[in-house]
């Protein structure tokens, strides 16, 4: 295993993290651009973008680039959030250089008028389908409540009136600013010759123009508040709870996930012995997320509406609780136990390192190895989650509950 | 690469399956209980999936908590399932965790408490499962579907009906795991970095002395209407089709399984190009093949908004019958491309591996090797597909939908 960086005259970062002995390569193209760069009058071009970079370029149409993918048998896809937009595919070691071309073609796409308006069906159908799923638009209300004006209160999909009323000229311009190579990392993990990568990548991308394109990052100044919304179409009752947490860049992230998974994880936690083992509520977790100078977690919990009121309240006391008297040991040495059978198993696969390689670039520029990550967990001691609670109380959040119930009492 | 797959079968009927896996450092099991929902009565749907909550609630000297403190501890990841023949306890874990992990799940098969102070609880934790299927109208479609195009009680949802679940004893519970809980019949797979002589001497310790009992297996029943619309307050219609097909133990099954994969493999495959790409009717769409050991279908879904699901039916269906004129070479050759490289992707996977073997050996008797499926994908021909739809054309049609309107269904479905 060897971790290796380039970087192109254009700015144009490659890392990867060659595994000689994987069966398969695993290829991304790291954006960094997401719903975080978007003004209200683009609300969800990012992930509009991600789709309409599927629909062909000068020298590919649409149903040249689905087939070339699927010539080669690549298991690929692409993803927006709030930071980045992701293009990646796994394929046999064999196509690494092709893979590299197709993918590289697409991060020139042509974004021509027709494509964009049919693709704009397919983005309003899927805010369409997520929107009979609750608790699916709450999430983004309680995001845009908990960050008020900072750029990380903006929804990745944008509404249906934002994306009906975007314009293929509007994208055009987002494009050129966002996607600068200096924005964008090619990421590799897996059976990687890093050579034959780097100059596919200077064919491929050498030529593409420089934009500077900053990027604001000020801190989150979160607001606490609770909030009903009636649906009376749905059958379950959901609440959604942000609380601050340390950012991608703070040391105590690890152990904010380790008080995570001590209080939330999906299994064998706080909230699961004392809601979903009950059968109080369907899920009821607790997870840190971690952003560029920003951090949160998010709590989400979904019931029969009959349980929501106490089930808010079980949540508040388990919270309360742990930061008066704090974790125990055995609960630490349970959580690093399961964190790191988690950290290993999740790597045995290249697909499924390109994610943690390529986020860590992006978001630290470093490169930490399975290793590293297992380190980092094991040492973290009690009063190191003591401190995270002191820093970062969850008595505090940001609630949504979303579901057939008109009114409810707050926990509080 | 993956060596040839082990296996074992004790006296008593038990079948052990062993792959070992160079490459990983993780090693995962599977295992297949045949107590699935098939042996439920029908006034006690959602029978088998309480009692697989009931057994993770104490086993052994292990009470619930302990249980699942000391698989964590273990670091498992775990996942437990009913199906309709089965009931499946799987996980993956460290490889020098395998073995006390194991030992756990031979308390969970042969002792578990069913405790009757948690059946309140595992009853509302299905009850909350069946009312979130509610909220998910593209699950609960399929759902529908697959009960209305096998014959009962081979397309029963698992979840059952909340009437049952209610009324649900502990001692039905109890009956169901003593009736069903069997050595002869159970599989259990194993992957990854295995000793393959160890685990046969651990699980020959556990398992072996576990007596065989006999049961009676399900009769297929009444099939359901073969199309239905079902009111749903919702932006979108979702839609539901099936269509009949041969299971994966039948000789002609990969020449059907490659057709659905022409269908609907990968973004350039016929149902995604001509339903979104083409005329950007929907968000999701795709035909995948559902087999059981004696009976399979193909199962298509597309959900798309009201005023535009009339044309996304129309097209789907016009796609699943314009397949019967055959398919190109060259979409076999993307098709054969997609496949090998996922079997080779598959052999980085412990979790994987253990779970196929397993259900190779239900279907078929033994277990496949990736070098044996890859072969019998390359050995494939653009005619033999061809052949297999001109004698097996989609056609005969079960069709449910599920939003607020419902749709024409052609009478030639």
Redesign the interface.
Same mark, same amino acid.
């Given at each position: 295993m060897e971790f290796k960086t380039a970087k192109l005259k254009n700015g144009l970062e490659i890392v990867a993290e060659c595994d000689d002995?994987?069966?398969?390569t695993a290829l991304g193209f790291f954006v960094n651009t997401g719903a975080r760069d978007e003004t209200d009058e683009v609300s969800g071009v990012s992930h509009f973008l991600e789709h309409m970079v599927?629909k062909g370029t000068p020298s590919r149409s649409?149903?040249d680039v689905?087939?070339e993918? +699927?010539?080669?048998?690549?298991?690929y896809n692409a993803f927006t959030n709030e930071e980045n937009t992701v293009y990646y595919a796994?394929?046999?070691p064999e196509y690494l250089p092709s893979t590299v071309r197709l993918l590289a073609d697409l991060m020139r796409p042509s974004l021509r008028v027709e494509d964009f308006d /049919?693709?704009?069906?397919?983005?309003?159908?899927?805010i369409?389908?997520y +929107? +009979? =799923?609750?608790p699916f638009g709450v999430d983004e209300k309680c995001r845009a409540a908990f960050f008020g004006n900072h750029p990380l209160s903006r929804s990745v999909l944008g509404t249906a009136a934002s994306v009906g009323a975007l314009n293929a000229d509007q994208m055009r311009q987002y494009f050129e600013r966002r996607y600068s190579p200096r924005n964008i990392v090619l990421v590799g993990s897996g059976r990687i010759d890093f050579s034959q990568l780097c100059e596919t990548a200077e064919q491929c991308c050498g030529s593409w123009p420089t934009v500077e394109e900053g990027r604001p990052l000020p801190p989150a100044v979160p607001q606490a508040g609770f909030h009903v919304v009636c649906k009376d /179409?749905?059958? =379950?009752e959901y609440a959604i709870m942000m609380c601050s947490g340390p950012t991608a860049s703070d040391a105590d992230r690890y152990a904010a996930k380790i008080l995570a998974t001590v209080l939330g994880d999906d299994?064998?936690s706080r909230l699961y012995?004392e809601l979903?083992?009950?059968?109080?509520?369907?899920h009821c977790s607790l997870h840190h997320h971690e952003y560029l100078n920003a951090g949160m977690f998010l709590t989400y919990m979904?019931?029969?509406p009959e349980y929501a009121a106490e089930n808010l309240k079980r949540i508040a006391g388990i919270y309360q609780n742990a930061i008066a008297k704090g974790i125990t040991q055995a609960e630490l +040495? =349970?959580a690093k136990?399961?964190i790191?059978?988690?950290v290993?198993?999740g790597s045995?696969?290249?697909?499924g390192r390109l994610f943690n390689v390529g986020a860590n670039w992006v978001q630290r520029r470093e490169y930490r190895s399975v290793r590293n990550d297992l380190d980092a967990v094991e040492a973290i001691t009690l009063k190191d989650v003591a401190a995270v609670q002191q820093k970062y109380p969850l008595t505090q959040p940001t609630t949504f509950v979303v579901g057939p119930l008109a009114e409810i009492s707050s926990a509080a | 690469m993956p060596q040839p797959i082990l296996s074992h079968e004790f006296e008593n009927g038990l079948v052990l399956l062993g792959e070992p896996m160079e490459?990983?450092? &993780?090693a995962a099991f599977s295992i297949l209980v045949p107590a699935g929902s098939v042996y439920e009565s029908a006034d006690r749907s959602g029978l088998a999936t309480v009692t697989c909550e009931m057994t993770q609630r104490g086993c052994g000297k292990r009470d619930? %908590?302990q249980f699942?403190?000391d698989l $964590?501890?273990?670091?498992?990841?775990r996942g437990e399932s009913v199906a309709s023949a089965h009931m499946s306890f799987g996980g993956?874990?460290?490889a020098k965790n395998l073995p006390a992990t194991l030992r756990i799940y031979a308390d969970l098969l042969r002792r578990p408490h069913l405790p009757d102070d948690q059946l309140? @609880? @595992? %009853?509302?934790?299905a009850?909350? $499962?069946l %009312?979130?299927i509610?909220?998910?109208?593209?699950h609960k479609v399929m759902l529908e579907l697959k009960r209305r195009y096998y014959p009962d009680p081979w397309g029963r949802p698992s979840e059952g009906d909340v009437a049952a679940v209610e009324a649900i004893t502990i001692e039905e519970i109890r009956g169901h795991f003593q009736r069903l809980f069997r050595p002869n019949g159970t599989i259990i797979g194993v992957a990854g970095q295995i000793d393959w002589a160890a685990a046969k001497d651990l699980v020959g310790e556990l398992l072996a002395d576990w007596k065989p009992i006999s049961a009676d297996e399900a009769a297929d029943g009444e099939r359901g209407v073969r199309t239905e619309h079902l009111a749903h307050? &919702?932006?979108?219609t979702q839609i539901g089709i099936a269509y009949h097909s041969v299971p994966y133990r039948h000789p002609d099954y990969f020449r059907a399984s490659g057709a659905v994969g022409v269908l609907s493999?990968?973004?350039?495959?016929r149902l995604?190009?001509e339903v979104?790409?083409? %005329?950007?009717?929907?968000?999701?769409v795709f035909a995948s093949h559902h087999t059981q050991r004696d009976r399979a279908c193909v199962l298509c879904y597309a #959900?798309?908004?009201s005023e535009r699901a009339q044309e996304t039916l129309d097209v789907t269906l016009g796609e699943l019958r314009r397949i019967s004129q055959g398919i190109l070479p $060259?979409e076999l050759?993307?098709l054969?491309?997609?496949?090998? &490289? #996922?079997l080779?992707?598959q #052999? $980085? &996977?412990?979790s994987s591996r253990s779970g196929a073997i397993a259900r190779d050996w239900y279907h078929l008797g033994h277990a496949r090797t990736l070098a044996e499926l890859g072969k019998l994908v390359d050995d494939l021909t653009v005619s033999a597909i061809n052949e297999y739809l001109e004698e097996n054309p989609p056609n005969d049609f079960t069709v449910v939908t599920l939003g607020p309107a419902p749709l024409e269904v052609p009478v030639a479905a």
């Open positions: 002995a994987a069966f398969s599927f649409a149903e689905n087939r993918f +699927d010539e080669m048998g690549a298991h796994a394929v046999l /049919t693709e704009k069906k397919v983005i309003l159908e899927e369409k389908m +929107d +009979d =799923q609750p /179409t749905a059958a =379950q299994s064998g012995w979903v083992d009950p059968g109080m509520a369907e979904s019931c029969d +040495d =349970q136990n399961k790191n059978s988690r290993v198993l045995e696969r290249p697909r | 490459s990983v450092e &993780s619930s %908590r699942i403190t $964590e501890n273990l670091g498992v990841q993956a874990t460290l309140d @609880a @595992a %009853r509302l934790a009850l909350q $499962e %009312r979130s509610e909220d998910d109208p593209s307050q &919702s932006n979108q493999g990968g973004m350039s495959a995604f190009t979104r790409e083409k %005329r950007g009717l929907c968000y999701t #959900g798309t908004s $060259e050759a993307r054969k491309a997609r496949v090998k &490289s #996922g080779i992707m #052999g $980085e &996977s412990s």
